[in-house]
């Protein structure tokens, strides 16, 4: 669980519409350095990630496109 210190990112993700979505990209978002939690919220096709220190942007597409979905920007 986050701390008082954590990072806390929202980003639009393209192409998730069911649990398996949802299990594929947090598990793939849970694997960056440094993150302590991950929640989708599937109707408004976000993943919230709450990390140690800011993501970088490419490693989080990165994440993103190896679970098979497209980040279409940081919302936060």
């Given amino acids: 669980m986050a701390d008082q210190g954590s990072v806390t990112q929202t980003y639009e993700v393209r192409?998730?519409?069911c649990g398996h979505c949802v299990r594929a990209v947090t598990d793939e978002l849970?694997?960056?350095p440094g993150v302590?939690?991950?929640r989708i919220d599937?109707?408004?096709g976000t993943a919230?990630?709450?990390s140690q220190?800011?993501?970088?942007?490419?490693?989080v597409r990165a994440?993103?496109?190896?679970?098979?979905?497209?980040?279409?920007?940081?919302l936060a």
């Fill in 42 to 44: 599937l109707t408004a």
């Fill in 53 to 59: 220190d800011p993501l970088p942007i490419e490693s």
């Fill in 15 to 17: 192409g998730m519409t």
């Fill in 48 to 50: 919230t990630v709450t």
């Fill in 63 to 74: 994440a993103v496109d190896e679970a098979g979905y497209e980040l279409v920007n940081d």
């Fill in 36 to 38: 302590d939690e991950v």
């Fill in 30 to 32: 849970s694997t960056l």
